[in-house]
C-alpha cells in the first residue's frame, strides 16, 4: 500500500497569513495527487486534482504542486472560511490511501 | 445537480450485518466508478471498496470478504452489504463518485450515513 504522510499535523494562522500543507508518498504516484477540505459535519470536498488542477468552483487562493513523492497545497491568502481540515490523497493504485489531516486552526 | 444520499446506518451488535445505500440523481451510478469511504470517530479517511463502470470491485483488506459492493442501475443506487462487523468498523461512511477524467479524484461525496458496532 501507498503511504501518505501530511505536514504539519496541525497548524495555527491568522487570516491573510499564507500556509503551506505538504504530503509525501512512499513511492511515486505520478500526479494522482487530490486535496480535500473537510469541514465538521459535512463532506470532504475536492479543491485540487491530478496534483495542480483547480477544481471548479475553488477560490484561486488555493493551489497544488508537485509531482512523483512529494506535493504541497497553499493558500495564499487565508480566509476565515478556511480554517477546517485538508487531507491529501492518492488515486494512483487501490487501495486508494489518504494523509492523516492537516488541522488548520485560528491563531 | 448531483446528489448522493446515503441511508442504512445505525447500530449492529458484533459479527451482525447492515446494508447501506447510496441513492444518486444527476448521475448514473452505473456509467461511473463510484467508491465507499469511511472516517471512524477521531481517525482519519479511509478508503474502503469501489465499483467501476464494467461491474469488477476491489476492496481495502480490511474489509475484504466481509463487505459487498454492488449497484441497482434501475434504481440508480449504489450499496454496500457489510457483514461479520467489529467494533473498528464503527464510522461514518460516505459514497462518491470518482472524477471522470484521468486523476479519478472524488468530486461528488453523499452526506454520510453512521455506523456504530457495539453490543
Known amino acids: 500500500d501507498i503511504q501518505m504522510t501530511q505536514s504539519p499535523s496541525s497548524l495555527s494562522a491568522s487570516v491573510g497569513d499564507r500556509v503551506t500543507i505538504t504530503c509525501r508518498a512512499s513511492?511515486?504516484?505520478?500526479?494522482?495527487l487530490n486535496w480535500y477540505q473537510r469541514k465538521p459535519g459535512k463532506a470532504p470536498k475536492v479543491l485540487i486534482y491530478a496534483a495542480s488542477s483547480l477544481q471548479s468552483g475553488v477560490p484561486s487562493r488555493f493551489s497544488g504542486s508537485g509531482s512523483g513523492t512529494d506535493f504541497t497545497l497553499t493558500i495564499s491568502s487565508l480566509q476565515p472560511e478556511d480554517f477546517a481540515t485538508y487531507y491529501c490523497?492518492?488515486?494512483?493504485?487501490?487501495?486508494?490511501?489518504f494523509g492523516q489531516g492537516t488541522k488548520l486552526e485560528i491563531k | 445537480e448531483v446528489q448522493l444520499v446515503e441511508s442504512g446506518g445505525g447500530l449492529v451488535q458484533p459479527g451482525g450485518s447492515l446494508r447501506l445505500s447510496c441513492a444518486a440523481s444527476?448521475?448514473?451510478?452505473?456509467?461511473?466508478?463510484m467508491s465507499w469511504v469511511r472516517q471512524a470517530p477521531g481517525k482519519g479517511l479511509e478508503w474502503v471498496s469501489i465499483?467501476?463502470?464494467?461491474?469488477?470491485?476491489d476492496y481495502a483488506d480490511s474489509v475484504k470478504g466481509r463487505f459487498t459492493i454492488s449497484r441497482d442501475s434501475s434504481k440508480n443506487t449504489l450499496y454496500l452489504q457489510m457483514s461479520s462487523l467489529r467494533a473498528e468498523d464503527t464510522a461514518v461512511y460516505y459514497c462518491?463518485?470518482?472524477?471522470?477524467?484521468?486523476?479519478?479524484?472524488?468530486?461528488?461525496w453523499g452526506q454520510g450515513t453512521l455506523v456504530t458496532v457495539s453490543s
Open positions: 513511492q511515486s504516484i505520478s500526479r494522482y
Open positions: 462518491a463518485r470518482h472524477s471522470s477524467g484521468w486523476d479519478l479524484a472524488f468530486d461528488y
Open positions: 465499483i467501476y463502470s464494467g461491474g469488477s470491485t
Open positions: 490523497q492518492q488515486s494512483y493504485s487501490t487501495p486508494y490511501t
Open positions: 444527476g448521475v448514473t451510478v452505473s456509467s461511473n466508478y
